[in-house]
């Protein structure tokens, strides 16, 4: 299964044993930063004069990605970075699990807290992880520790994306807040400063 970019950053997101790293709003803004970076990656979106330029609406291939692209080329205004992704953020989260449940990537847990309050948890099957994103963790540790690495675009966006959402002591453990900086600069550093903006608004 060749996965998105953001269902890479959802399943790194999630522990083995179904539970979130953040709450859901704060994943649903992860989440559209993901398909902004994915479309920017893909060429089919760019920085213009502050705000994100549609280059070309014709789809990328990835569904979730494409649904968000359609989005952004239908809207009568070019948004800023951070609007974009409050506009994308809407409900983006459930979509992405829904894919990953259908794909046998994660299992969908219903249940109830004190017997009462409805709670799903999104385990990985047999409680493995999974080797995608095995092999993304793994690159994106290089990407922050090894000054020789190389890290592929993808690998950056993930890191840009755990750092907005101040994930890094669940991705990183162990390595201070000062050595992870991520080497990018243009759309993703862009994209990156929306989404931790957007999350700083909504719990400031």
Known sequence: MTMSLAEELVLIAYDTDGTAW??????????????????ALAGRIAMRDGRIAVLDPAPTGSPLADAALAVLAADPK???????????????????????????????????????????????????????????????????TDPHATPDDRTQALVALVTAADWHRRAFPGL???????????????????VRGAIADTYS
């Open 22 to 39: 953040g709450t859901g709003t704060a994943v649903d803004f992860a989440v559209a930063g993901a398909h902004l970076m994915e479309l």
């Open 78 to 144: 070019p948004r800023r970075p951070k609007e974009a992704v409050n506009l994308l953020s809407k409900k983006a989260l459930q979509p992405v699990l829904d894919r990953l449940v259908e794909s046998g990537v994660m299992e969908r847990h219903d249940q109830k807290v004190l017997l009462v309050v409805p709670f799903t948890r999104y385990p990985s099957p047999g409680g493995v992880e999974h080797p995608t994103e095995t092999e993304r963790r793994r690159l994106m540790h290089a990407a922050v």
């Open 176 to 194: 201070p807040k000062h050595t992870i900086r991520p080497r990018f600069t243009g759309v993703l550093d862009d994209l990156r400063t929306a």
